[in-house]
């Protein structure tokens, strides 16, 4: 995962990720990737810290449903 622009680590802009969610899409920054290959669905070929990203933000769209703001 190669950090964005202007990226704050532990913050999360949830504008952003709400808007891309909205429109069918997961946030590009929010899909590891390794030597270039979306490895998103291999949890054994991410690392620790991208497993743990990954389950952040799976958290965080679980919690958007429920508040229904997707």
């Known amino acids: 995962m190669d950090p964005r622009a202007n ?7 949830e504008r952003l990720e709400l808007t891309y969610l909205r429109a069918g899409a997961e946030p590009p920054w929010e899909r590891p990737h390794r030597d270039g290959v979306d490895i998103t669905d291999h949890p054994d070929m991410q690392t620790p810290y991208q497993r743990q990203r990954r389950a952040e933000y799976v958290s965080r769209v679980e919690g958007y449903r429920e508040h229904r703001l997707i």
């Open 7 to 13: 990226a704050v680590p532990g913050r999360v802009d």
